[in-house]
């Protein structure tokens, strides 16, 4: 995969796709068309919140993953999954009985993706002392949000804090322990356990490395099922010695206030994506107070509101916390043989310059996007305002623009189309075709079995 | 492509909409990130002094291939001294206003930093024009 082009997990089976407009309607940066009958995801747009995937009510939007069965190519065959993993499972499977499950299922090393997080957190801390500018300083943790920020809030990019994610640092960490342990690169199979979208897309094409380290992905939803099947109700051996670099900061890292509870004299914790593009709109015109961080998540709840988390995420939160309780804080590790020797590991922590992409100009040459949002602005006097989505466009002001930009007409919106009609300047047969156009052929035909007939998933 | 805004006095929770609508477009005409923050800057602010120490006003807009003018016409007390009012750190804000977050003083100030151009005229007991120029 070249890396200028991104790489997006999200993919629509068209043959589960009936064309409606919930996907659309949600899209927090109107990435979404329907034309066809089928939904499109315009991929310079898409940030990977997963959104669109949440709101489907027949699940025509998938996230491809590898196979589980690629491990067997390797000796050592290491899972990474985020602490947040362990919360979605119901109270009675024990810590033990989980890794021991995972094992059972034929990994042979289990590492919990915040393990390094004492490293992290005081290169942030650094970072955040020696870049005062930048202020406030934005957390990089969330990939979808990253990449809000490069394609819609440009002038925001500054803050990101030049720092990795805990997912970008654990593969670098779990190679330098198996090394010592004997190990060489080639034999280690490192797979990484996912709660969403955006993290694959950020692992398949990380920034500043030509190629991931990672030799698979697994969806958090596929392995919650292949544990829960190979899990064992009774008394499991003893794991602990795998989890002796956990700590109590690295297990809440990725619920809300996780980082922000680390951070700045004055911190924020913003989740779910569109309580963070509100926000973002006045930090963009500098209409909040002096903030030193700001922790930003797509999803409510955060990671716990994966959307390929299994459990209820409120109950995936209060899971954690109580497991957080028993764990010890960062700074009683740092001495520790594994977090000590990770010189190799402080330096892969440093990321490059997130660069803006901005997505949303009309026409690269100025002159001429200033005709077309002129154009757009006279269009919109003749739409009806309603939203509605029946052109398959997310709103009247979006069907505008993908007008002047040559993507849609005027007789999309139905209602435009309907005076026509009764204005006699288009038959109805004609009329007709045009809407079969936007949402396939026969579909507004009668019919009890028609694909999402009832919502099914509601 | 000119626009037109309306601002109403005292009305807070509307202040800064003439911006973030700008900013909108601003986006779309693929103007540069910085330039934008600075025009969204002065032009949030120009708002809120309308808001907060005038009655009602208006916002002309007129974006060219180069340049960005706009225009914040209010009716309102006017200001005395401009000089004075240009200093920053200079506010009448009322203990009120003051509450809320604003009234340190820096608005005046921060217009003029932003801007490229910038002119501002004031008739006591009538009101007050700023017109600023940016270009892209
Ligand atoms: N549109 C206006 N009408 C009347 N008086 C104004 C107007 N704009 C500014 N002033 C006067 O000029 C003073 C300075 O304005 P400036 O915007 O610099 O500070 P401020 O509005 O008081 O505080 P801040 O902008 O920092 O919240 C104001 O306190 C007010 O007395
Ligand atoms: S909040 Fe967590 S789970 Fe949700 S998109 Fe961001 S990184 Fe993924
Ligand atoms: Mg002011």
């Not at chain 1, 629509?12 to 939904?39: F, N, S, W, Y």
């Not at chain 1, 190519?73 to 602490?83: I, N, Q, T």
């Not at chain 1, 779910?272 to 015109?285: A, C, K, P, Q, S």
């Not at chain 2, 004075?84 to 804000?93: F, I, K, R, V």
Request: positive net charge; contains cysteine.
């Amino acid at each position: 995969m070249s890396p200028a082009k991104r790489y997006h997990a999200l993919t629509i089976d068209e043959q589960k796709c009936m064309g409606c407009t919930h996907c659309m309607k949600v899209c927090p940066t109107e990435a979404i068309r329907v034309a066809g009958g089928l939904a499109e995801i315009r991929a310079d747009r898409c940030v990977d919140c997963g959104h669109c995937m949440r709101a489907c009510p027949v699940k025509a939007i998938y996230v491809e993953q590898d196979d589980l069965q690629n491990i067997q190519s390797f000796k050592y065959r290491v899972v990474l999954f985020p602490a947040v993993m362990i919360g979605q499972f119901p109270e009675k499977y024990t810590e033990d009985q989980i890794y021991a499950a995972l094992l059972k299922i034929g990994f042979t090393h289990v590492f919990e993706v915040e393990q390094p997080i004492g490293i992290l957190k005081t290169s942030i801390k650094e970072y955040c002392r020696k870049s005062p500018d930048n202020r406030p300083h934005i957390s990089t943790f969330c990939p979808a949000i990253v990449r809000l920020i490069q394609i819609r809030y440009p002038s925001l990019t500054e803050n990101l804090i030049k720092r990795k994610a805990p997912h970008d640092l654990v593969a670098h960490f779990a190679i330098s322990e198996l090394k010592k342990q004997g190990a060489k690169e080639e034999e280690i199979g490192l797979f990484y356990v996912t709660p969403c979208n955006a993290k694959i897309s950020s692992v398949k094409s990380p920034v500043g490395e030509t190629e991931s380290i990672v030799d698979g992905i697994i969806n958090m939803d596929a392995i919650y099922n292949r544990v829960m099947k190979a899990i064992d109700d009774s008394e499991a051996a003893d794991t602990s010695a795998r989890r002796q670099n956990l700590t109590r900061d690295g297990i809440l890292w990725s619920l809300t206030r996780g980082e922000a509870r680390n951070f700045g004299e004055r911190s924020m914790a913003i989740d779910g994506i569109h309580n963070v593009i509100r926000f973002l709109e006045r930090l963009e015109n500098e209409e909040v107070p002096d903030i030193d961080f700001l922790e930003l998540r797509a999803c409510d709840q955060s990671c716990a509101g994966g959307i390929m988390m299994t459990g209820n995420r409120f109950l995936t939160v209060e899971r954690l916390e109580r497991r957080a309780k028993r764990y010890p804080p960062t700074w009683k590790l740092q001495n520790s043989p594994a977090i000590k020797e990770s010189k190799q590991l402080k330096q892969k922590l440093v990321a490059d310059t997130i660069i803006p992409k901005p997505a949303f100009s009309l026409d690269k040459d100025r002159k001429r996007a200033l005709e077309k949002m002129a154009r757009a602005q006279r269009i919109i006097c003749f739409l009806p305002g309603i939203d509605c989505g029946a052109c398959g466009a997310p709103n009247c002001q979006a069907l505008a623009e993908d007008m002047v930009n040559g993507k849609a007409k005027m007789s999309d919106c139905i209602f435009l189309q309907q005076m026509w009609e009764n204005e006699g300047k288009i038959d109805t047969k004609k009329a007709l075709r045009n809407v079969e156009k936007k949402w396939g052929e026969k579909r507004f035909q009668a019919d009890c079995n028609k694909r999402g007939r009832r919502n099914e998933g509601f | 492509m000119k626009l037109q805004f309306t601002i109403e006095g005292g009305n807070f929770s509307n202040a800064g909409h003439a911006a973030s609508e700008i900013k909108k477009m601003l986006k779309q005409l693929g103007i540069e990130a910085r330039c934008i923050r600075n025009i969204v800057i002065a032009m949030y602010e120009a708002e809120v002094n309308v808001v907060a120490h005038a009655f009602e006003g208006q916002i002309l807009v007129d974006i060219e291939t180069d340049k960005i003018t706009t225009e914040i016409i209010d009716k309102g007390p006017g200001i005395p001294d401009i000089e004075l009012a240009m200093q920053e750190g200079y506010s009448t804000a009322s203990k009120k206003v003051r509450e809320m977050g604003f009234g340190a003083g820096m608005g005046l100030p921060n217009i003029k930093k932003n801007t490229d151009e910038f002119y501002i005229e004031s008739t006591v007991n009538s009101g007050t024009t700023l017109k600023m120029i940016n270009y892209f």
